[in-house]
């Protein structure tokens, strides 16, 4: 028992060191307007979006992937950073598709096609829009389950779209 403790002391022990390894040497300096944050807990919540999403962009545009899935990522956001990103996502990202979950009108401005649902008297309604045109609703479904088999088949009109 004694021994097992030991090692469970040493796992515990490496693993802490690894973590510290991670981070050890990794400096981040950030500007907003002009003015250098000393910390990065100085960061609004928009701001600190903005960040992680650059970082995450950045890293794309070094090795993309097919697809995307992003959900929310400008809930934080005013109006024109939302309105950037998505211009952005659409001019910088022509090989990869994004399925991106937002609530905010600059995303729905810059998408090739939109899927809204709605979900009235127990009955989930997927209608998709495409450009600034509405198409015939795509799914109609009663409860969880058919609120998910109408998501799946947006997703898989939304990859069908994508290769025309």
Known sequence: AAAAAAAAAAAA??????AQD??????IRVSFNGVWKESLTELSGGQRSLLALSLIL????FKPAPVYILDEVDAALDLSHTQNIGRMLRTHFRGSQFLVVSLK????SNANVIFRTKFVDGVSTVTRTIGRKEA???A???GPRGAKAAAAAAAAAAAEEDED
């Open 58 to 61: 950045a890293m794309l545009l």
């Open 140 to 142: 109609d479904a009663s």
């Open 105 to 108: 009108q600059g995303m729905f």
């Open 22 to 27: 991670l981070s050890s040497g990794l400096e």
């Open 136 to 138: 015939a609703p795509a």
């Open 13 to 18: 022990g490496s693993a802490s060191s690894a």
